[in-house]
């Protein structure tokens, strides 16, 4: 029988307990354990003796800190401070590019994560934003769902009946293709971010009202609210409220409420009209009610919840009633599937037709925050490879800080300071980089970053403690390795440095380099994709084109403003309708015979006779609209390519096949008379949209101009100016190039692509620094074997040659593993574009290439330089 | 330091190193304390005493030898010093006191 308590609580016991008691505790408990086991038997001895080990673990008890350690830690750490300057200034260049390397890392860090959460926080300043859903509709062609931000007006009425749960129903409506204008003491603005809305919507959303009162503000027909950069730009100084404002040349609109212009909503308006004065213009126009048209879904809805925690009831029950809620309504057509997405996910996570506004991609968003990180773990991985390296440096030091009786932990604590001063220092000149790079970034992204130091000063003290964390991180690992140095090695003479450690320092370089690779390709393809699509061939002509702003107000006077037009010399053409290269419509159509139920949506482009010739388009088969039809006006369509493939047919089958759609009052019944050829007439991300082609007598003007030179195309468009001015004296004369308004969709991709690809080169910019202070000190550490090497006769070139083939060699087996990780995640994102860059090996081998190259002249500068050395100088000391 | 102020646990204690003269340590004080009080009572308790007392300087500590018994370990002997000596001294005056100055009556007079 074994007479010892348990090991485990014994160590226990001398873990924690005092030198001075350890013997005289553990002696008593054990006379006791002995007594208790031959009284009770072994486990309640057992039992009994943890119970005393337990009741001994209290501070008298504890082990003391040895006194003379309190004693001089401030000194040590002033010394730790004092030494560590000293050695940063020994090294100048290396400091230097440490502190530099950092101090980019740093402040594209901060910026990226502030851009990141600027994404992120989009919509979250309404109290009720949890609470808070947008309903849209969807249907499905042919397998594929197509999903559509705003659905009808009277849906409201429907949302506020049924669902007890719903508190309160507010709607946004825009009028998209009519550029609005307003006049205020004789001076025209034109303006695009305005909304007609619901008097109820200050109940839902916290717009932050600076003047009016938000219960009120939009329940008089007559009323309009601003923000306040607008009211600056039409009243300057003065009170803007009680003020009165032209609209449209119509109505005279009285200032009811000035709002702070919020910079993080999806809903980006200058000014908020009531929902009552469209549908009472629309009515005095002889349009229909809105209130009451079914078919038209031209209402952003948001549903205020009683409760965050009933949106996916109310999801489930609003999809499921869709269907029969509509089987009701006037217009039987029965394609729509309703559902409702929380408010916190649209700017981000939507991308449906409508949208109110091009919206961020998390995924991008994502890809932000990955190149932040790799940028200051790149960053990071510089500055332990550059610390460790310098370990031949400090080697005698902390040899004679041993003998002096140093404790490793007093070592790691030296190094750490160290490190931590480093970072402090590149976080104070990563903070004033920063600074630069602010204004820049955001004039470039249309954003409106600012980083609040003075707002929340605690931001400064976070990145105080994140300089401390990065510091504690980076320097760990050379703390660790420096403080391991044995001083026997270290002082006997000629420590030349441990080979264990230059392994680490390879795997180091091997992935900053395998992430620069990877970035390197990322920017190719990003490059080259976005070339393609800039160059790809729409299959329509747009150069040398306006649209104008307020063309589609002049309706009838259209023919007069043509005829005007076609005297001035330069004016190729004059255009009514669908322009090219913008959205068109939607509208569900019945093919063929089948039910009203199976009601297909597809694009519509309301065109005019000219339409094809205009933008030199072609036919596939059938005929285009003639004026020499008369039926062609009501009765005839033409589609496209894609939609007679959607359908299965060729283009000779398309020939008569009947559609039919509802108009306002009636079921309309028309015939395919013709195929045209496809063309990209939206976005390239995606591929031609299956249309349908119907005659119009309105819309937007294009102007197309025939002219040499620039000088002659301002000239033109001036005296169309003037002919516009004679016409049409109360609308401003404003236009767009149609070629700039196409290549405008794809900008703020372009420029977040152009950001990332800026981010991604300073990463590689910091690992070609890092390469560089590292090849400074290999050829340091080599100059002994250089001078003996030139000694025996070795020319320059082949020393240089000795020492970049151990570098090249590294970037060589990054290569090979970032090939493939790279060819992984582009043909990933690739995925997403209808006409995309085919991935070739020459990508591959091009990004190979440039990273070897500039790798290579990092490391020749430095080779040069010590080949260059007089073996005199360096081998005398021998 | 705490000053003199002397606990009654402590004061138990320090009577008790005194009673066991040159065999007091932990485990034999705490045995003598329980026969003595008739209360139970914790090893670790004794040795908190022990420890504020020698820092109070009324004990002072020496190692005493080690034993098969005891796992090699050495016992750690406590013994009175003078101050230690003085407080208990003056403690039990100051008791006798006390019982002198309380009337005769409170004694024989039975429960009012």
Sequence with gaps: ?878 | MKGTYLGEFEELVLLTVGILHDDAYGLAITDELESRTKRNITISSVHKALVRLEKKGYLKSQMGGASQERGGRAKKLYLLTNSGKNTLNESKSLRNQMWNDVPKIVWEGGEI
Aim: charged share 20%.
């Design chain 1, 1 to 878: 029988m074994k007479k010892t308590p348990p090991q485990w609580m014994t160590k226990f016991l001398r873990w924690y307990c005092s030198k001075d008691l350890v013997d005289g505790i553990e002696g008593d408990l054990f006379e006791l354990y002995k007594r208790r086991q031959k009284k009770y038997g072994r486990p309640r001895a057992n039992a009994l003796y943890l119970f005393n080990v337990l009741l001994f673990f209290q501070p008298f008890a504890f082990k003391k800190r040895e006194s003379n350690r309190r004693l001089n830690t401030m000194d040590m750490f002033r010394n730790h401070l004092r030494i560590g300057i000293r050695s940063l200034l020994k090294t100048k260049a290396i400091t230097a590019i440490n502190i530099l390397g950092l101090a980019i890392g740093i402040a594209s860090f901060i910026m990226m994560i502030a851009y990141v959460i600027s994404e992120l926080s989009y919509d979250k300043f309404h109290s009720k934003a949890d609470r808070i859903v947008r309903t849209f509709y969807s249907y499905e062609a042919r397998g594929a769902t197509q999903s559509i931000a705003r659905v009808s007006f009277p849906l409201k009425y429907r949302l506020l009946e049924k669902y007890p749960e719903v508190e309160q129903v507010v709607r946004f409506g825009k009028d998209n293709k009519d550029a609005a204008t307003f006049e205020y003491q004789d001076r025209l603005f034109t303006e695009e971010k305005i909304y007609f809305t619901d008097p109820e919507v200050f109940e839902v959303f916290d717009f932050p009202f600076i003047a009016g009162d938000p219960k009120s503000a939009l329940t008089a027909r007559n009323s309009i609210v601003m923000t306040d950069l607008a009211a600056k730009k039409y009243f300057g100084d003065e009170n803007p409220i009680g003020k009165t404002i032209l609209f449209k040349n119509e109505d005279q609109l009285v200032v009811t409420g000035v709002l702070e212009k919020s910079t993080h909503s999806h809903i980006d308006f200058d000014f908020l009209i009531p929902l009552e004065l469209h549908r009472h213009r629309e009515m005095r126009r002889g349009g229909g009610d809105i209130e009451k048209y079914w078919s038209w879904s031209g209402s952003w809805t948001y549903v205020l919840l009683k409760d965050a925690s009933l949106k996916d009831d109310f999801n489930d029950r609003f999809h499921e009633d869709g269907i029969d809620l509509f089987g009701r309504v006037e217009n039987p057509r029965v394609d729509y599937n309703y559902a409702s997405q929380p408010l916190l996910d649209i700017h981000l996570k939507s991308d449906m037709v409508a949208e109110m506004e091009v919206n961020g991609n998390i995924n991008q968003v994502y890809g932000f925050a990955v190149v932040a990180f790799l940028i200051l773990i790149i960053a990071c991985l510089n500055f332990i490879n550059l610390t460790t390296a310098q370990s031949t440096n400090r080697a005698k030091e902390i040899g004679l800080r041993k003998v002096m009786g140093a404790y490793r932990s007093n070592l790691v604590g030296q190094f750490i300071t160290e490190a931590i001063l480093v970072t402090l220092l590149s976080t104070v000149f990563g903070l004033m980089l920063l600074e630069m790079m602010v204004p820049v970034f955001n004039s470039f992204m249309g954003q409106n970053i600012s980083i609040p130091y003075f707002q929340l000063p605690i931001l400064i003290l976070l990145f105080l403690i994140g300089a401390v964390v990065v510091g504690v991180l980076a320097g760990s690992y050379p703390s660790f390795y420096l403080s391991r140095l044995k001083p026997v090695q270290t002082l006997k003479g000629n420590y030349q440095g441990d080979r264990s450690n230059s392994g680490m320092r390879k795997l180091f370089v091997v992935g900053q380099f395998i992430v620069s690779n990877v970035l390197i390709i990322g920017i190719i393809v990003v490059q080259m994709q976005m070339s393609l699509i800039k160059g790809k061939n729409l299959g329509f002509d747009k150069e040398q084109m306006i649209v104008l702003e307020h063309g589609s107000k002049i309706n009838e006077e259209f023919e007069v403003f043509r005829s005007r037009l076609s005297l001035i010399p330069g004016v190729n053409d004059v255009n009514l309708g669908y322009v090219a290269g913008t959205p068109g419509w939607v509208q569900s159509y019945n093919v063929e015979d089948s039910v009203a139920e199976e009601g297909k949506s597809m694009g519509l482009k309301r065109v005019s006779f000219e339409f094809l010739d205009f933008y030199d388009l072609e036919m596939a088969s059938g005929r285009y609209f003639s004026t020499s039809f008369a039926t062609d006006t009501m009765q005839a369509i033409v589609i496209n390519e894609a939609a007679a493939q959607s359908f299965g047919w060729t283009n000779e089958e398309a020939l008569g096949k009947k559609f039919s759609w509802y108009g306002i009052s009636r079921l309309i019944e028309t015939k395919v008379i013709g195929v045209m050829r496809d063309a990209n007439f939206e976005s390239l991300y995606k591929p031609v949209k299956p249309s349908v082609f119907r005659l119009a007598f309105s819309g937007d003007v294009t102007v197309k101009f025939d002219v040499e030179n620039q000088d002659q195309l301002l000239s033109t468009i001036s005296a169309v100016e003037d002919a516009w001015v004679e016409l049409f004296p109360q609308w401003p004369f404003e236009f767009n190039f149609l070629d700039q308004q196409i290549q405008d969709q794809y900008l703020k991709e372009e420029r977040l692509g152009q950001m990332i690809q800026f981010f991604a080169l300073l990463a590689i910019f910091i690992a070609c620094m890092g390469l560089f202070g590292l090849a400074a000190f290999t050829v340091k550490k080599r100059t002994k074997e250089i001078g003996v090497r030139k000694v025996l006769g070795a020319g320059i070139w082949s020393i240089v040659g000795v020492i970049m083939k151990g570098f090249l060699v590294l970037v060589l087996i990054s290569f090979i593993i970032s090939a493939p990780a790279g060819y992984y995640i582009s043909e990933n994102w690739l995925q997403d574009f209808a006409y995309r860059v085919k991935l070739s090996p020459f990508i591959f081998l091009f990004s190979g290439l440039i990273s070897t190259l500039v790798a290579g002249l990092a490391i020749l500068y430095q080779s040069l330089n010590a080949a260059r050395l007089d073996p005199v100088n360096t081998l005398k000391h021998e």
